[in-house]
């Protein structure tokens, strides 16, 4: 079992940023692929980003290419997820996930509970 724990979220205005941060214990997250989802209210849960178990790789979706950069630090068991120029439509709550396949759809094993993010225009 790995236990992820996110954290950072808040309210930022439009043009602002936040950084959000997941903490993982249990089984070595250095053998797990990292990920962050976002859930907006209506919506399913999309793909944010993603990140090779050594860092070396990472994925992002369109809508956040350039705004936001994912990191890990496997020595900290953590991933980090820094959004810049935020706008109103990256409001959702955000969510941590670990798994064995690099991809973007949510076949990842295990989960956090979600951080809200909310960007005021």
């Known amino acids: 079992q790995v236990q992820l724990v996110e954290s950072g979220g808040g309210l930022v205005q439009a043009g602002g940023s936040l950084r959000l941060s997941c903490a993982a214990s249990g089984r070595t997250f250095s053998n797990y692929i990292a990920g962050w989802f976002r859930q907006a209210p209506g919506k399913e849960r999309e793909f944010v980003a993603a990140i090779t178990t050594s860092g070396a790789s990472t994925d992002y979706a369109d809508s956040v290419k350039g705004r936001f950069t994912i990191s890990r630090d496997n020595a900290k068991n953590t991933v980090n997820l820094q959004m810049n120029s935020l706008k109103p439509g990256d409001t959702a709550v955000y969510y941590c996930?670990?798994?064995?396949?690099?991809?973007?759809?949510?076949?990842?094993?295990?989960w956090g509970r979600g951080t809200q993010v909310t960007v005021s225009s």
């Open positions: 996930a670990a798994g064995r396949i690099f991809t973007r759809n949510r076949a990842y094993d295990y």
